[in-house]
């Protein structure tokens, strides 16, 4: 059984910087694409950021383009999401998930496997 586990979430001020990671166990990590998706309080789950299998492509939301950079260590089974200039409204719980099939997709519901999320709090 696949498990994703986020770490790296905490508080900092806006126009910092902060590096969330996400473990993957339980298969081969290099057969999923990988995406992050973040949730505000009282808004819905949107898509931020995915890379595919291999790391050779990568797509981000307009909001984060130019601020987040998704990256990947196959060897290490383990996805990042490097933040910087970070925004409140960057305020979010921030989740990884797995897509066995769909190698490129913003859509949550093509992703199987989901982390349980790291809080992300920017302070203005």
């Known amino acids: 059984q696949v498990q994703l586990v986020e770490s790296g979430g905490g508080l900092v001020q806006a126009g910092g910087s902060l590096r969330l990671s996400c473990v993957f166990s339980g298969r081969t990590f290099s057969n999923y694409a990988m995406a992050w998706f973040r949730q505000a309080p009282g808004k819905e789950r949107e898509f931020v950021a995915l890379i595919t299998r291999s790391g050779g492509s990568t797509y981000y939301a307009d909001f984060v383009k130019g601020r987040f950079t998704i990256s990947r260590d196959n060897a290490k089974n383990t996805v990042y999401l490097q933040m910087n200039s970070l925004k409140p409204e960057d305020t979010a719980i921030y989740y990884c998930?797995?897509?066995?099939?769909?190698?490129?997709?913003?859509?949550?519901?093509?992703?199987?496997?989901w982390g349980q999320g790291t809080q992300v709090t920017v302070s203005s």
């Open positions: 998930a797995a897509s066995p099939i769909v190698p490129y997709t913003i859509r949550g519901r093509d992703y199987d496997y």
